[in-house]
């Protein structure tokens, strides 16, 4: 009996890991209106837009970013177009990636010219959440754009969190350029 608690045991702890490594590259928008309304006070709704991925898109974004997709990544990827009385005032994205301690989903709003507006994470397990939510982090974000230089300063004690979510950034902005179809390369 202890050896196929053992095996069950053993069992749980790896489909809970790979659930978390599953989970890395997919991110939902949790609580839009709540979220929305925090990167554009002035918004109305949003619409969601489902891009599937064709190879030369895919292609496109990895160029932009020099690295590859995980595979999950190739198939679609969704952009909120946030609106007020049916013009769109920017974008919203979500995309979660891995720190030390768990899952990062990283959220950002994207101004018309498709600089940063804002930055938010809305689920981080770090030890130093806080001051990885902080503006004072986060805020080196706003107004970068796809071409701009991603040299942060990162949260002491929390670089690799601090590198993801710069990763993250850059990668969604490598998303916008392509399937909002601003790029320039």
């Known amino acids: 009996m202890p050896y196929k608690s053992a095996r069950k045991y053993i069992l749980f702890i790896v489909m809970l890991l790979l659930s978390n490594v599953a989970l890395a590259d ?3 928008w949790r609580d839009p209106e709540r979220t929305m309304i925090k990167l554009f006070p002035q918004a109305e709704d ?3 837009q489902i891009y599937k991925l064709n190879p030369q898109q895919i292609k496109d974004i990895e160029s932009l970013l020099g690295e590859p997709l995980d595979e999950s990544e190739k198939h679609e990827y969704n952009i909120y177009a946030v609106n007020k ?3 769109t005032l920017g974008w919203v994205m979500a995309l979660a990636g891995v720190g030390e301690y768990g899952v990062i989903e990283t959220v950002i709003g994207i101004n018309t010219d498709h600089s940063i507006r804002a930055a ?3 689920r981080v397990r770090e030890r130093k959440r806080k001051a990885l939510k902080s503006d004072h982090f986060l805020g080196q974000f706003t107004g970068k754009n796809q071409q701009s230089d991603f040299q942060i300063k990162p949260v002491e004690g929390a670089e690799k969190a601090s590198n993801e979510i710069s990763r993250l950034i850059k990668k969604m902005l490598a998303y916008d ?3 909002n179809n601003h790029q320039s390369h």
């Open 177 to 179: 350029a392509v399937l």
């Open 46 to 48: 949003y619409k969601t």
């Open 120 to 122: 938010y994470l809305q």
């Open 85 to 87: 009385n049916g013009q």
């Open 26 to 28: 997919v991110c939902v």
